[in-house]
């Protein structure tokens, strides 16, 4: 199984506020779309709860402590071992949220980042440190949006 995370993160690896993403990006979420379609996704129950909806044409697995926690058309676990033979798909995406990628930043073979230009000392989650020693990265495109510049960056464990 391949264990691939995807996030977008600002300069300081702030990724939220308020259980809300930091910017509007609509080429981001193509981009996520197009990524994660088809796959097993994996969230905590707080970014389940940021989303209108469950995903559609993904395996939605959410974490929570409460197996009773109502999820409509999302698989409910308790715990992160449990989701991941959950999934249905050889590569299953971790799409967060902050306490989602801590636990599986250790047994995660690829990251999918969008790196946003952008700062926001008011964030309340954050992503790990990226150590550059323990990874190889491959810019797949760049852009800019509502005057944001970002960059769409594989990273795969060495
Ligand atoms: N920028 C991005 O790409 C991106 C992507 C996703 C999310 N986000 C942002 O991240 C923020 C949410 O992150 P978060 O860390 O606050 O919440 P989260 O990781 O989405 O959810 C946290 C919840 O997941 C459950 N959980 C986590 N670990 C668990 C474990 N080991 N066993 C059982 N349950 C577990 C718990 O649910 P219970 O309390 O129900 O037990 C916990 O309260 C939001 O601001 C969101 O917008 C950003």
């Known amino acids: 199984m391949t264990v691939s995370?995807?996030?977008?993160?600002?300069?300081?690896?702030?990724?939220g506020k308020?259980?809300?993403?930091?910017?509007?990006?609509?080429?981001?979420?193509?981009?996520?779309?197009a990524?994660?379609?088809?796959?097993?996704?994996?969230?905590?129950?707080?970014t389940f709860q940021s989303l209108p909806k469950a995903l559609p044409g993904r395996k939605n697995i959410v974490?929570?402590?409460?197996k009773d926690f109502d999820a409509p058309?999302?698989?409910?676990?308790?715990?992160?071992?449990?989701?991941?033979?959950?999934s249905e798909t050889e590569e299953v995406f971790i799409?967060?949220?902050?306490?989602?990628?801590?636990?599986?930043?250790?047994?995660?073979?690829?990251?999918?980042?969008?790196e946003v230009e952008f700062e926001d000392k008011d964030a309340d989650v954050y992503f790990p440190e990226i150590d550059l020693t323990e990874w190889k990265s491959e810019i797949l495109d760049e852009g800019e949006e509502n005057?944001?510049?970002?960059?769409?960056?594989?990273?795969s464990k060495m």
């Open 35 to 46: 990524t994660t379609m088809g796959k097993s996704i994996i969230m905590g129950r707080k």
């Open 147 to 155: 005057g944001l510049k970002y960059k769409h960056i594989l990273y």
């Open 63 to 66: 974490i929570s402590s409460d």
């Open 18 to 33: 308020n259980n809300d993403l930091l910017w509007y990006l609509p080429s981001d979420l193509k981009f996520f779309k």
């Open 95 to 114: 799409i967060g949220g902050a306490s989602i990628y801590k636990a599986y930043f250790p047994i995660a073979h690829k990251l999918y980042i969008t």
């Open 73 to 86: 058309g999302a698989t409910v676990v308790t715990d992160i071992e449990a989701a991941l033979k959950e």
């Open 5 to 15: 995370m995807i996030v977008a993160k600002g300069t300081n690896n702030e990724i």
